[in-house]
Every structure is written in structure tokens, then in C-alpha cells.
């Protein structure tokens, strides 16, 4: 039997995932209207597929519950699956972790092996350097405490299919019964198992989410060399590199291309976790820290596109709120970083629109005062000029046939949705001095 501390987008599917595979499983999570929300069938947030799965294996295999007692007394495994957002520095903060390892440890009232699994992403040596010794100061309860690492890499939006579709399940492992018995547990899955120490676990997680940043961040600086040079269509250009056989047809391209700097829960976070991680330790990662200053500066540079030329009592359109397209999740949403600076910078109306993460984004920004529409359809017509911050593709029809100026900060549309002519030598003529493609509209309107 599986217990799952923290019922998120990496919790809940986990806690699903082993339901699934026939494991009876609780959930514990420490917000109270969470659990009471998921104990009731409802999804927490936009998770495509999942509430199906929670539907089918809620009271069957999978157990909400408020007494982590009861879930532990009958479970040898313990899965740590809770947030590990920014601390101090930009560092790790791992109180949710020790608190809910602390619950485990004094919910122990016999003397069973189990397993301590943290799913959650912590920075290299965290196991072997806090957790362990941490449960060693425990007392003789520790005897019968094996400690994992086992990093997830799911996405949102594709929690579902990226958990029955791993690639890969690194088990980050110190003593051999913890590591035979997550083999057991994750046998059933048939997916390539990678046995390696726990800060090798650790360490791989952290690989896998600074390249991913630092493509992006890669990928914005291009952009913003082109928009110096001037007359180049970047998201042609980024498309025609994508074409490249080297790179096999492969997912990642999704990463090499230019936006409004990376956001959402993870990359911001754990860019700047291992960054200072790295210098504890006394190296300085110096391509990271530029990757982090790349990103940041990204959303002035958008903001400053959004509001050259206009008047500040002009209507600012926003298409998109949540950090990605089929996403509610608005955690480090570069639209709340570029919406702030517009209202430091006095540009105060504003009329947004955002398939799913509106309430989500009234909820956790509320110093940020954005008008709400009730469609992409009403924000083209309301507003002055459209900064679309988001590549929902819903947002694509209604920006192409909107005659106002369009600053597409996610490079979603093509020069023909963007309204820019073929004639290459005409739009060169347009787009001097204006900052690229992105700007044609405006230049086209505004003169
Ligand atoms: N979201 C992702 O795409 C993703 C992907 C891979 C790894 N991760 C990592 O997984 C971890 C969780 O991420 P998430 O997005 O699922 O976070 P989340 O914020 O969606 O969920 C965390 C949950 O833990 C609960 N919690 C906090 N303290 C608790 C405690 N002591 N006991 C029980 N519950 C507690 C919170 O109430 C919350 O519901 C983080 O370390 C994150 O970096 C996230």
C-alpha cells in the first residue's frame, strides 16, 4: 500500500498512477479545501483525462483522507510529492518536506520497513545531506526507514499520459531493500527503471529542467538579436531551424523558440534552486546565471514592446493569463510579471481573457487589477492594442481577423496572420526601426 503526501499535479497523478496499477493508495494533503474537493470527484485544477481516472478510482483504490495515521499504519510506501517553491536566496524551500516527513515519523506505531520516497524536486545532496540525517535524529524508528529519491518529469497538461508513458524511472537509492522494493512497486509499468545514488536522482531532474530553460532563454536572446538586426521573420526562422533531420522530429524543438520567458511552476524555481545550490558549493554556474537574467529581463522587453507609441490611458488587450496553452496554472506566469510592469509603468487599463485561468489569476494576483472579457472576441474589440501572453489556440482566429495592433509575444501566428505582406521589401520598409515582425501591425497602424 502506497501514501501520498501532497495531492497536486504531481501527487494526484501519482497517487492515481498507483491506483491504477492496483495499489491501494491514500492521499493526504495539508489544504483542507483541496482534499475536501478531490475526496468529492472534482479535479483541482485543468489536468486533461484525470477526472475520469479520479472518478474511476475514487473509494475503489484511492482513498482521500485526513488521518496521515491510519493512510501510514498500513502503507510501506511513503511518497513525497509536495511543493518545494522559492526559500531564501532562490534556494529550495523544503518546509513542506520535512513537515510532512515529520507527520510520517510520528504516525509510526510499529515496527514494519518502509520506504520514504521524495517525488518533489530537491536540489543535489538534499537526500544524503538533510533527509537522512534528519530521520537518523529520530530515534530507533529510523531502523526501519529506507529514504529514495524518485524525480518526476511529467508535464502539465499531459500529467495523465506523461505518467503511463514515462520514458524513463530513475530510483535514487542508498540501501538495497528500498531499491528492490520500488522495482517491485514499478515493475508493472514495463518502463525502463534507472537505478542510481539519490543524488544522482536528484541531479538528473535538475538537468533535465535548466536545459529546458536555458533553450528558452537561448531561444529569446536570438530574438532579441533579430529584432535588432532587423527584417526577420523569427518565428520563420525558429520554424525552417526546427527542420533540421539532427533533430529527429523530436518535442523539444516546443523548447527552442523564442516567448515571453519561461514560467510556471518549475523552470523559474529550479533554475534558480540549482543556481544556488551550485554556489553553496562554491561554483558558479555562469551560463545559468545568465539564463535566469535572460529570462527576467524578457518580461521588460515584452512590456516595453506592448506600450511603445501609446498613450497611457490606452486599453490593453491581454490574450492569455495561465503560464501555457491548456493550462489553468498560473504559478510564476510571466503574464503576471509583463501585467505588473505595465501598471508600475502607469498603463492601467487593462481588459484580459483567458480560456481557463481568469479565476485562478484574480485569486493569486490580487494586487494586479486586470478587467476580466468574456472572450478573445471582446478584448480585439475592446482594446487599443493586443499583447497575446499566452499561445492558446483558440487565440488565433480572432487575433487574425483583428484589425488592431497585435504584439504576438508568443510568436503563435504567421506573417500572414499577422496581416504582413509577402512583398519582403515592403515590409522591410515598415519594420525598420520598429523592432521585427512582431511589430508589423502596429507600425502598419500607427505609422
Ligand atoms: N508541476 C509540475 O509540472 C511538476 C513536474 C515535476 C516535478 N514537480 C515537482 O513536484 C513537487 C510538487 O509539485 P506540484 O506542481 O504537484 O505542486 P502543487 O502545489 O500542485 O501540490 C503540492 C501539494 O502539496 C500539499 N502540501 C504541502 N505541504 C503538505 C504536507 N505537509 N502534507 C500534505 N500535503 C502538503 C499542498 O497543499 C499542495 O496541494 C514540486 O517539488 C515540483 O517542483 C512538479
Redesign the pocket.
Known amino acids: 500500500m502506497v501514501t501520498v503526501?501532497?495531492?497536486?499535479?504531481?501527487?494526484l497523478t501519482t497517487a492515481l498512477g498507483f491506483a491504477h496499477l492496483g495499489y491501494q493508495v491514500y492521499g493526504?494533503?495539508?489544504?483542507p479545501e483541496?482534499s475536501r474537493q478531490i475526496a468529492g470527484g472534482e479535479l483541482p485544477f485543468l489536468e486533461p483525462g484525470m477526472d475520469t481516472v479520479l472518478r474511476e478510482q475514487l473509494g475503489n483504490r484511492f482513498f482521500v483522507t485526513d488521518d496521515p495515521k491510519e493512510a501510514i499504519s498500513q502503507s510501506e510506501y511513503i511518497f513525497y510529492?509536495?511543493?518545494?517553491p522559492y526559500g531564501a536566496d532562490g534556494a529550495a524551500d523544503l518546509s513542506?518536506l520535512f513537515?510532512?516527513i515529520d507527520?510520517t515519523i510520528s504516525s509510526i506505531e510499529d515496527d514494519k520497513f518502509r520506504v520514504l520516497v521524495t517525488?518533489?524536486?530537491i536540489p543535489p545532496g538534499t537526500t544524503a545531506e538533510q533527509i537522512a540525517p534528519y530521520v537518523q535524529k529520530k530515534g530507533d524508528v529510523s531502523r526501519q526507514l529506507g529514504i529514495a529519491n524518485n524525480p518526476?518529469?511529467?508535464?502539465?497538461g499531459k500529467c495523465w499520459e506523461d505518467f503511463l508513458h514515462a520514458d524513463r524511472i530513475v530510483l535514487g537509492c542508498s540501501d538495497p531493500v528500498s531499491e528492490e522494493m520500488l522495482k517491485k512497486l514499478y515493475a508493472p509499468m514495463g518502463i525502463p527503471m534507472f537505478c542510481v545514488s539519490p543524488a544522482t536522482g536528484e541531479f538528473i531532474k535538475y538537468l533535465s529542467n535548466t536545459l529546458l530553460a536555458t533553450l528558452i532563454s537561448y531561444s529569446n536572446e536570438m530574438a532579441e538579436a533579430a529584432d535588432a538586426f532587423g527584417d526577420i521573420d523569427i518565428a520563420k526562422a525558429f520554424r525552417i531551424l526546427h527542420m533540421d533531420q539532427r533533430w529527429g522530429g523530436c518535442n523539444m524543438t516546443s523548447y527552442v523558440y523564442p516567448g515571453c520567458g519561461y514560467g510556471g511552476?518549475?523552470l523559474p524555481k529550479?533554475t534558480c534552486a540549482l543556481h544556488a545550490q551550485a554556489a553553496d558549493k562554491g561554483y558558479e554556474p555562469k551560463i545559468l546565471g545568465q539564463v535566469i537574467s535572460v529570462n527576467a529581463k524578457r518580461f521588460s522587453v515584452m512590456a516595453e514592446k506592448i506600450t511603445t507609441g501609446l498613450r497611457k490611458d490606452s486599453i490593453i488587450g491581454i490574450l492569455g493569463l495561465s503560464f501555457k496553452p491548456d493550462s489553468d496554472d498560473v504559478r510564476d506566469t510571466p503574464a503576471a510579471r509583463i501585467i505588473s510592469l505595465l501598471q508600475e509603468w502607469g498603463y492601467t487599463s487593462l481588459l484580459a481573457y483567458d480560456p481557463a485561468a481568469m479565476e485562478g489569476f484574480a485569486k493569486q494576483y490580487p494586487h494586479l487589477e486586470v478587467r476580466m472579457a468574456e472572450s478573445a472576441g471582446e478584448v480585439c474589440r475592446e482594446a487599443e492594442v493586443i499583447a497575446i501572453l499566452t499561445a492558446w489556440e483558440e487565440f488565433r482566429e480572432p487575433a487574425a481577423a483583428c484589425t488592431k495592433p497585435i504584439l504576438d509575444c508568443r510568436y503563435m501566428l504567421t506573417a500572414e496572420e499577422l496581416g504582413r505582406p509577402e512583398t519582403e521589401g515592403k515590409g522591410m520598409e515598415l519594420q525598420a526601426n520598429t523592432g521585427g515582425r512582431l511589430e508589423w501591425k502596429r507600425s502598419n497602424l500607427l505609422g
Open positions: 503526501f501532497g495531492l497536486g499535479f504531481v501527487g493526504v494533503d495539508a489544504n483541496r510529492c509536495v511543493g518545494t513542506y513537515q510532512a507527520t517525488k518533489s524536486t518526476e518529469f511529467l508535464r502539465e511552476y518549475c529550479d
